[in-house]
């Protein structure tokens, strides 16, 4: 009877040792047919042949659509019954299959890449305290600029419109550049900056497409500020004749008039443009309602070379000898890269000299250095004759 019981009891085992291998093979079973589908569908992938990107232009009464292929024609083409056809607004990006050209899918909104790198993320350092000179025009940008994206109940008071933009002009390296990365660094607006020239484009369309796709990423960030850097590699004034490439720069301009003064709103998106050759732009581009102001920024005068030789010198160690009246009297026409190059140059003279702090001395050689190109003729091999003949062609005695 032992034997038997035993016998039973070792066959009971294996039974359950069989079911349980069953339930092992048929777990190993399903993950092999997971595994399989998997490669089935990254085989699939491989082998379909890539969606062609087109924009959608119009839906038809019938149902079909007409888009703007990538490729290059528009196309009047059917919609897969499984697309949401409250998706299809007119400017929205679909997918085209290759052999029948049906819409496929509806790919969501998306920026340009070059357009995107253009929102400045980290701000510059630069403030309003760092402009010297500019008191009249810092007023007037800020005026123009933060006034209405600070407080726009003021302007739906008085029942006007804000300004749109501001053109600031002037001759090189008096801080057209520097008075907008202030704007940047004080402002909490969205700050985009593009240099016009990046809008000169190889491709017929392309320059008007990335003014369009700037001024609808500014409007999606708003409030925004768009800085156009010189601003007359794209906006000189048109010509009846031209090359093709000409042409194609008169068709990036008319976009932007467009989008400066056409029928979509820029609500809180504010324009600064900047050049130093505001004699050549076209005159659409500076009538009021475009660049509703006009900013000059002059070579700074005496008090302005003060306050910029205060700003450059600030954090620099003075001999008692160095005046900085004198000094703004005796670069008279000079602009404010001038004078943070003669710091510059003059701190670097002390270095070479073994000392740690500036003297005098030091900036007459960096006077002679940096604005001897202008004095050329009255420069000696060592520089310093132009201190005393600069002193002579400005009124000031000599012997001062």
């Not at 919609?79 to 899918?105: C, F, H, W």
């Not at 000409?246 to 979509?264: K, S, V």
């Not at 700003?311 to 890269?337: F, P, Q, S, Y």
């Not at 510059?344 to 002679?368: N, P």
Request: proline fraction near 6%; charge should be positive; glycine fraction near 6%.
């Amino acid at each position: 009877m032992a034997s038997i019981s035993s016998d039973r009891g070792d066959e009971l085992d294996y039974v359950r040792f069989l079911e349980q291998r069953i339930r092992e093979l048929e777990a190993e079973i399903s993950l092999l047919k997971r595994e399989l589908r998997y490669y089935q569908t990254e085989l699939e992938k491989v082998l379909q042949p890539p969606l062609i990107e087109a924009i959608l232009l119009e839906l038809l009464p019938d149902g079909r659509a007409i888009v703007k292929s990538s490729t290059g024609p528009n196309l009047v083409v059917h919609i897969l019954d499984r697309i949401d056809k409250s998706k299809l607004m007119p400017g929205a990006y679909v997918a085209l299959n290759q052999r029948g050209s049906t819409i496929v899918e509806v790919l969501p909104q998306r920026e340009d890449p070059y357009v995107r790198a253009m929102e400045v993320i980290e701000r510059p350092k630069v403030k309003y305290t760092d402009v010297g000179g500019l008191k009249n025009q810092i007023g007037e940008l800020r005026e123009v600029i933060e006034l209405p994206l600070k407080y726009p109940e003021l302007f739906r008071e008085m029942g006007i419109e804000p300004p749109k933009g501001i053109l600031l002009y002037g001759p090189p390296g008096c801080g057209k550049t520097l008075l907008a990365k202030a704007v940047a660094g004080e402002s909490s607006a969205t700050f985009i900056r593009l240099v016009a020239s990046e809008l000169a484009q190889k491709f017929i369309g392309e320059g008007a497409r990335l003014v369009r796709e700037v001024f609808a990423l500014a409007r999606r960030k708003a409030p925004a500020i768009v800085l156009i850097d010189e601003i007359d590699a794209i906006a000189a004034k048109r010509l009846d004749v031209g090359t093709s490439g000409e042409r194609e720069i008169h068709r990036t301009l008319t976009q932007l008039l467009a989008e400066l003064d056409g029928f979509d709103p820029l609500d809180n998106v504010k324009v600064i443009a900047t050049t130093n050759r505001v004699d050549i732009l076209d005159p659409a581009i500076l009538r009021p309602g475009r660049f509703d102001r006009l900013i000059e920024i002059p070579l700074p005068d005496e008090n302005g070379r003060y306050e910029i030789f205060k700003i450059h010198t600030r954090r620099m160690k003075l001999e008692k000898d160095v005046d900085l009246n004198k000094l703004a009297k005796l670069t008279r026409g000079a602009t404010g890269a001038d004078i943070k190059a003669i710091c510059t140059e003059a701190g670097l003279h002390a270095i070479r000299s073994g000392r740690k702090v500036v003297t005098w001395r030091d900036f007459e050689y960096a006077l002679a250095k940096v604005l001897k190109s202008r004095l050329r003729p009255y420069v000696n091999q060592t520089g310093y004759e132009w201190y005393a003949y600069s002193k002579k062609s400005r009124g000031i005695d000599p012997a001062m």
